[in-house]
T-cell receptor
Framework: DGGITQSPKYLFRKEGQNVTLSCEQNLNHDAMYWYRQDPGQGLRLIYYSQIVNDFQKGDIAEGYSVSREKKESFPLTVTSAQKNPTAFYLC?????????????FGDGTRLSIL | AQSVTQLDSHVSVSEGTPVLLRCNYSSSYSPSLFWYVQHPNKGLQLLLKYTSAATLVKGINGFEAEFKKSETSFHLTKPSAHMSDAAEYFCVVRGRGYQKVTFGTGTKLQVIP
């Protein structure tokens, strides 16, 4: 079955540490996205990528970085500059720019501070 | 600019009774609208989508939604709630462009046995 795999499911970060969240898709989708979910706030866009080797900042990119070296993979690094990283992180993908196409989501990574 | 408002943060129904989750949107042009469901510690699963075809959209698990342009609404309904429907539901509007996706703040549905 095609889908999006996020790992790990739970992640703990120490002060001053960078951590990387993995996102892999086998849907052959061009576009990939990272969202942050906090209680009562819906989903907020961190970064998105339309195509390999290209990515754009979303609404809350500060303290985060991404790469898109392969179509299937879009890892997110939470850097030490992100002072409030505790949240549920969701990766999504979609066929492309067409607005009538839905996004498909992974099962998320929950990041906490030690 | 576009926005989406989910009018209730929590809804509680008895098992076997109808479900109504309300969503209003605003958009400068004809948007696509979606409803997603999220169970605890899981990702979002697509329930249904409206993309300017039929205004009454049927989705999975017995859910449906009606697009009403005059009221700028896209409410989600189900005739009879099941215990497994207890989850959080998100209304989403998608405009043109990769980042033009706006999520509502979610409605938590509680189903009482």
């Amino acid at each position: 079955d095609g889908g999006i795999t996020q790992s790990p499911k739970y992640l703990f970060r120490k002060e001053g540490q960078n951590v990387t969240l993995s996102c892999e898709q086998n849907l052959n989708h061009d576009a990939m996205y990272w969202y942050r979910q906090d209680p009562g706030q819906g989903l907020r866009l961190i970064y998105y990528s339309q195509i390999v080797n290209d990515f754009q900042k979303g609404d809350i990119a500060e303290g985060y970085s991404v790469s898109r070296e392969k179509k299937e993979s879009f890892p997110l690094t939470v850097t030490s500059a992100q002072k409030n990283p505790t949240a549920f992180y969701l990766c999504a993908s979609s066929i492309g720019q067409y607005s009538n196409q839905p996004q498909h989501f992974g099962d998320g990574t929950r990041l906490s501070i030690l | 600019a576009q926005s989406v408002t989910q009018l209730d943060s929590h809804v509680s129904v008895s098992e076997g009774t109808p479900v109504l989750l309300r969503c209003n949107y605003s958009s400068s042009y004809s948007p696509s609208l979606f409803w997603y469901v999220q169970h605890p510690n899981k990702g979002l699963q697509l329930l249904l989508k409206y993309t300017s075809a039929a205004t009454l959209v049927k989705g999975i698990n017995g859910f449906e939604a009606e697009f009403k342009k005059s009221e700028t609404s896209f409410h989600l309904t189900k005739p009879s709630a099941h215990m497994s429907d207890a989850a959080e539901y998100f209304c989403v509007v998608r405009g043109r462009g990769y980042q033009k996706v706006t999520f509502g703040t979610g409605t938590k549905l509680q189903v009482i046995p």
